[in-house]
């Protein structure tokens, strides 16, 4: 097969030999270029897949203290006091009376996550002041884990500076299934 190839090489002329060697030298070329980017891809992926396996690693070596937490966690859930869309509602009406907050409170969103539900309700209050605001949040905290503040934006009244225009969205889950041991 070589001697064929010299013997083909040999017999063109001097101008067709060097566009042959051109043409071989760009072949190669081209040839290396697409191997090269197999080989980074390669190793790039070999590098994700040795970084995911130590995450692994860590998660297996933290089962204990995962598994712990797990088991608080159960242990300080009562599905009994677990808050759904309407019960959210009023809980929130009941926090910003208590407050003597005059807010408006928009109808939740849910969001269906496994064996719980996630609801979400946006409140507004105008004319706060900053004790009032405090006192609302303060009572939120108090519902934890059941009732959680998830974004709070505070801003100065434009026509009176002195009273303020909270928005924030309050949170809660209702379990749709029961929690289970294992």
Do not use: H
Not at 108 to 115: C, E, N, V, W
Not at 117 to 126: E, G, I, L, M
């Amino acid at each position: 097969m070589t001697q064929l190839l010299r013997r083909l090489f040999e017999t063109r002329r001097s101008r067709e030999r060097i566009l042959m060697t051109a043409f071989l030298w760009a072949f190669l070329l081209f040839m290396a270029g697409i191997i090269g980017g197999c080989a980074r891809r390669n190793a790039r992926d070999l590098g994700a897949a040795r970084a995911e396996s130590r995450q692994q690693k860590q998660l297996i070596a933290e089962k204990d203290r995962i598994e712990n937490r797990l088991r608080r966690a159960r242990e300080s859930i009562d599905p009994a006091k677990t808050i759904g869309a309407l019960k959210l509602s009023s809980q929130v009406d009941e926090i910003a009376r208590n407050a003597s907050l005059s807010a408006n409170i928009a109808s939740p969103t849910r969001k269906l996550s496994g064996i719980f539900s996630t609801y979400t309700v946006r409140v507004s209050c105008r004319d706060a002041s900053l004790a009032q605001l405090i006192d609302f949040a303060r009572q939120v905290r108090e519902k934890s884990p059941y009732i959680a503040m998830r974004r709070f934006k505070l801003s100065a009244d434009s026509r009176d500076p002195k009273k303020l225009v909270a928005e924030m969205e309050l949170e809660s889950f209702e379990l749709t299934q029961p929690l289970s041991s294992k």
